[in-house]
T-cell receptor
């Protein structure tokens, strides 16, 4: 079956612009996670959805970052007024009910803010 | 404050030998630990895990050891193969919470033919 997919694979934008990153989880996976990986670092947690609701958004760095999952499947991470420090690989992961320990990751979206 | 630490940024071993990757953690609330493997331009792939109630878990060539008193775990790969060359991330989780993974910075393993 299909794994987690993310679009676009690469996104180059200018400082101050708005971007949207999309994640399609594995079918049937109720939990969805966003992580951010900066150069030389491990992935860092941003937000966790259980179904349609954000169960934990404690990792979002500030109010320029927002994520939605309106129908409990596809999720969109939205970044307003992008800054150069937002440049990173944004990873999405999903997991099946009762198996939140094993998260399946997508290939990521590489965001570059010029 | 890094709660999960991988102090070796890189490791190089010969094909057929054992690779040992180390990981330390500081948060005693972590009760489940995972190793992920990552190739360039791909997302991390789950490799092996261990619950805090165990001290060893084995899956083929991969074995993870957990020393709770030392807050230390290690991943052993034997025999190492060139295809094992990748970045390995140690991750920890507190079950029953938000289930978010806390990752180390990773160790780049190179297996030389």
């Amino acid at each position: 079956g299909a794994g987690v997919s993310q679009t676009p694979s690469n996104k180059v934008t200018e400082k101050g612009k708005y971007v949207e990153l999309r994640c399609d989880p594995i079918s049937g996976h109720t939990a969805l996670y966003w992580y951010r990986q900066s150069l030389g670092q491990g992935p860092e947690f941003l937000i966790y959805f259980q179904g349609t609701g954000a169960a934990d958004d404690s990792g979002l760095p500030n109010d320029r970052f927002f994520a939605v999952r309106p129908e409990g499947s596809v999720s969109t991470l939205k970044i307003q007024r992008t800054e150069r420090g937002d440049s990173a690989v944004y990873l999405c992961a999903s997991s099946s009910p009762g198996s939140h320990n094993e998260q399946f990751f997508g290939p990521g979206t590489r965001l570059t803010v010029l | 404050d890094q709660q999960v630490k991988q102090n070796s940024p890189s490791l190089s071993v010969q094909e057929g030998r054992i690779s040992i990757l180390n990981c330390d953690y500081t948060n005693s609330m972590f009760d489940y630990f995972l190793w992920y493997k990552k190739y360039p331009a791909e997302g991390p792939t789950f490799l092996i895990s261990i619950s805090s109630i165990k001290d060893k878990n084995e899956d083929g060539r991969f074995t993870v050891f957990l020393n709770k008193s030392a807050k230390h775990l290690s991943l052993h790969i034997v025999p190492s193969q060139p295809g094992d060359s990748a970045v390995y991330f140690c991750a920890a989780i507190t079950q029953g919470g938000s289930e978010k993974l806390v990752f180390g910075k990773g160790t780049k393993l190179t297996v030389n033919p």
